[in-house]
């Protein structure tokens, strides 16, 4: 099997809490890197953007049909070993981890150059790593399962914590999170199978191809083209929420071997998958991922051990950046109007966490709230524009964790940010 899955687990990222602090779990020993490093205790830093609205309630219509799957291989792990449990001996996790992989299934075996029937021939295997002892599949030490998620290539099958890991998922993020962040690991599977990348390519390629390929399954998923997961459009920015939160740190390297982007670059990547669907995910090169990062400082910005911090009017700081700040850019577009003390012009409780630049787009956009339609979509397109300036780009996750956490956000407005970034004001109309 020709795999560029180069070691024998491939994990969602690391967790950057609020405010840029990286909280993730060690790293195993042995071949595993870990997979989702979601630990429970994690929660209490306040993943849902800590300070700020927590984003869009639930919509009644996301859910996953916990329907009996018997075509997928399943195995469950724990301190009585290893079984091979029933339908009616499954619990709901079980059932609803093998649900999503079954629909998985279903749109893998019908990609135009999919991987046919051969798909995931070991299936799932759900590990309680707490009681068990020894090896499990890919690793070494069972201990080195805790809070991860992973395609082990050995066992061609999607391995998890099934105690510390599906729950959490499933309880703070939400069923149709637990779909995307599964279909992340199924892109793995599918990547050996097609060849996708070569040793030699950067593990930012590998993990953003795996991104991509979750985004075309929820663009799947959430034009109902799914039998099992449905997540109805108002669910997607709920959805994508775990990969924008397990993360690269600001000032990563992006030539890593763990290398997994930025909350920019995974929904980049997320978003090509739902626009253009599976045969842009496999274009995806390494020279491409690496001159488009976030990580990291283009020329001309600090460097990326900068921290990002100070007056966020003054556009001499770090936090301000090159040229004027958010709200003057907004009020010389006519979308707001002038203002003289741009940093008093919001309820910013909270934001200072997240830092200046995303500071600077709380007190500006808080002044476009008046502007709907297309205005509001320019709004947030000059936003990223402005987060894309030389000496802010490796600040972009503060002003898109801004925006995310908003209680109306939409994947729309993610979408005209990333624009905004990419293309720059003069593609904001």
């Given at each position: 099997?020709?795999?560029?899955?180069?070691?024998?687990?491939?994990?969602?990222?690391?967790?950057?809490?609020?405010?840029?602090?990286?909280?993730?779990?060690?790293?195993?020993?042995?071949?595993?890197?870990?997979?989702?490093?979601?630990?429970?205790?994690?929660?209490?830093?306040?993943?849902?953007?800590?300070?700020?609205?927590?984003?869009?309630?639930?919509?009644?219509?996301?859910?996953i049909d916990p329907v009996?799957?018997?075509?997928?291989?399943?195995?469950?792990?724990?301190?009585?070993?290893?079984?091979?449990?029933?339908?009616?001996?499954?619990?709901?996790?079980?059932?609803?981890?093998?649900?999503?992989?079954?629909?998985l299934d279903d749109f893998?075996?019908?990609?135009?150059?999919?991987?046919?029937?051969?798909?995931?021939?070991?299936?799932?295997?759900?590990?309680?790593?707490?009681?068990?002892?020894?090896?499990?599949?890919?690793?070494?030490?069972?201990?080195?399962?805790?809070?991860?998620?992973?395609?082990?290539?050995?066992?061609?099958?999607?391995?998890?914590?099934?105690?510390?890991?599906?729950?959490?998922?499933?309880?703070?993020?939400?069923?149709?999170?637990?779909?995307?962040?599964?279909?992340?690991?199924?892109?793995?599977?599918?990547?050996?199978?097609?060849?996708?990348?070569?040793?030699?390519?950067?593990?930012?390629?590998?993990?953003?191809?795996?991104?991509?390929?979750?985004?075309?399954?929820?663009?799947?998923?959430?034009?109902?083209?799914?039998?099992?997961?449905?997540?109805?459009?108002?669910?997607?920015?709920?959805?994508?929420?775990?990969?924008?939160?397990?993360?690269?740190?600001?000032?990563?390297?992006?030539?890593?071997g763990a290398a997994h982007?930025?909350?920019?670059?995974?929904?980049?990547?997320?978003?090509?998958?739902?626009?253009?669907?599976?045969?842009?995910?496999?274009?995806?090169?390494?020279?491409?991922?690496?001159?488009?990062?976030?990580?990291?400082?283009?020329?001309?910005?600090?460097?990326?051990?900068?921290?990002?911090?100070?007056?966020?009017?003054?556009?001499?700081?770090?936090?301000?950046?090159?040229?004027?700040?958010?709200?003057?850019?907004?009020?010389?577009?006519?979308?707001?109007?002038?203002?003289?003390?741009?940093?008093?012009?919001?309820?910013?409780?909270?934001?200072?966490?997240?830092?200046?630049?995303?500071?600077?787009?709380?007190?500006?956009?808080?002044?476009?709230?008046?502007?709907?339609?297309?205005?509001?979509?320019?709004?947030?397109?000059?936003?990223?524009?402005?987060?894309?300036?030389?000496?802010?780009?490796?600040?972009?996750?503060?002003?898109?964790?801004?925006?995310?956490?908003?209680?109306?956000?939409?994947?729309?407005?993610?979408?005209?940010?990333?624009?905004?970034?990419?293309?720059?004001?003069?593609?904001?109309?």
């Amino acid at each position: 099997m020709r795999s560029g899955v180069r070691a024998s687990s491939r994990r969602l990222g690391a967790l950057t809490a609020p405010g840029g602090r990286a909280v993730s779990g060690r790293t195993a020993r042995g071949r595993l890197r870990p997979g989702i490093r979601l630990l429970v205790g994690v929660l209490s830093v306040g993943v849902a953007l800590s300070g700020c609205a927590a984003g869009p309630a639930p919509v009644a219509a996301e859910r996953i049909d916990p329907v009996t799957v018997t075509d997928v291989p399943f195995l469950r792990v724990d301190g009585s070993g290893t079984s091979a449990p029933s339908p009616a001996d499954r619990s709901v996790d079980e059932t609803t981890a093998l649900a999503v992989l079954a629909d998985l299934d279903d749109f893998a075996t019908g990609l135009p150059d999919g991987p046919g029937d051969d798909v995931l021939s070991g299936g799932y295997a759900a590990v309680d790593p707490a009681p068990t002892d020894g090896s499990v599949l890919c690793v070494g030490r069972a201990a080195d399962l805790v809070g991860t998620a992973f395609f082990c290539p050995e066992q061609d099958a999607i391995v998890a914590d099934s105690a510390g890991l599906i729950p959490v998922l499933r309880g703070h993020y939400g069923d149709a999170a637990l779909a995307v962040a599964l279909a992340h690991e199924y892109g793995h599977a599918v990547q050996a199978r097609g060849g996708w990348t070569g040793p030699d390519d950067p593990a930012l390629l590998v993990e953003l191809q795996a991104d991509c390929f979750a985004g075309a399954f929820l663009g799947r998923a959430t034009a109902g083209a799914t039998e099992r997961v449905h997540i109805p459009a108002g669910s997607d920015l709920r959805a994508i929420a775990p990969l924008l939160d397990f993360r690269d740190a600001p000032g990563s390297d992006p030539r890593a071997g763990a290398a997994h982007g930025s909350a920019v670059d995974r929904f980049r990547a997320l978003d090509t998958g739902v626009r253009a669907g599976v045969p842009a995910c496999r274009a995806m090169t390494g020279e491409q991922v690496l001159a488009s990062t976030t990580l990291g400082m283009p020329d001309g910005g600090a460097t990326a051990s900068d921290p990002v911090e100070g007056d966020p009017s003054d556009s001499s700081a770090p936090g301000g950046g090159d040229g004027p700040d958010m709200a003057t850019v907004l009020a010389a577009a006519g979308l707001i109007p002038p203002v003289t003390d741009p940093t008093t012009a919001a309820d910013l409780d909270g934001v200072d966490a997240l830092g200046p630049v995303a500071r600077q787009a709380a007190t500006a956009l808080a002044q476009a709230d008046a502007a709907t339609g297309d205005d509001a979509s320019r709004a947030t397109c000059l936003l990223g524009a402005w987060a894309g300036e030389p000496s802010r780009r490796h600040a972009a996750d503060q002003a898109i964790d801004y925006l995310r956490g908003r209680p109306d956000a939409t994947y729309a407005q993610l979408q005209a940010f990333s624009s905004g970034l990419d293309g720059g004001a003069a593609g904001c109309g």
